[in-house]
DNA sequence: CTGAATCCTCGGCGATACTG
DNA sequence: CAGTATCGCCGAGGATTCAG
């Protein structure tokens, strides 16, 4: 129900906003990489890199890069011997949960619909 | 608050449910394509192409199919001259809205966020 | 009108090796 | 440990043309 609506300037603009969150999400590791910090909170980056099956260290490092820009993860450096260095969620990236409960939610019931049995 | 659980089982099945969804809606159509259709409840081919701006035909083609089998959407062929070609969301991809809304939303905020100001 | 077929480009992503 | 550098594949997606 009620997802028509005429008004043509707000349709417009969702759907920027739409794509605005997809492109943050897209690609393959995203939401995976976001998953294995906000699981333990904080997380180094092998750690990531173990957490996240098949994930190579360059892209790794790149997505991480990505969500920093995207203010969804804080980069912290400690001065250890050798360096270590902590990812962690921020205020905006635990925004996110919302959406990924949903996404998994909905992986779910599509997974029945489309097999026809569950994981 | 609350997304750190440590049952490893129940985490890699929510993984595969996210890379689920995230199969189904990804690329760079698959939601403006849903949101057209969405919009009028039914639409024709010619008319999505026209909707989503910037979709080739063939790409447009391309995404219908896939679409369709992952029956989120329905064809329907009218016998007029030329074709006519009906697409209209099935109940389940009708239970996408959630998602799409909360993604629009998301994407208003991060705007927010990161450029400081909204559409 | 609704596509299918073809050709081409570009960037995502993998593999491997190297650095501070 | 936490990345960078380099090479190369492959598929997403664009432009154009053809067909029923």
Redo the contacts between chains.
């Keep these: 129900m009620a997802?028509?609506?005429?008004e043509t300037e707000e349709?417009k603009?969702?759907?920027?906003?739409?794509?605005?969150?997809?492109d943050?999400?897209?690609g393959k590791w995203k939401?995976?990489i976001i998953?294995s910090i906000?699981?333990?909170?904080q997380r180094r980056f092998s750690d990531i890199l173990n957490d996240v099956v098949g994930i190579s260290n360059k892209m790794l490092s790149k997505e991480l890069k990505e969500l920093e820009t995207?203010?969804l993860i804080e980069r912290t450096v400690l001065n250890t011997q050798p360096v270590t260095v902590l990812y962690e969620l921020t205020k905006?990236g635990?925004?996110?949960?919302?959406?990924?409960k949903?996404?998994?939610?909905?992986?779910?019931?599509?997974?029945e619909?489309?097999i026809g049995k569950s994981?």
């Design positions: 997802c028509n609506q005429i349709y603009k969702e759907m920027k906003a739409i794509q605005d969150s997809m943050v999400l897209n939401i995976a998953k906000c699981l333990y909170n995207n203010k905006h635990l925004t996110l949960q919302t959406i990924i949903d996404l998994t939610d909905w992986g779910f019931r599509h997974r619909e489309i994981l």
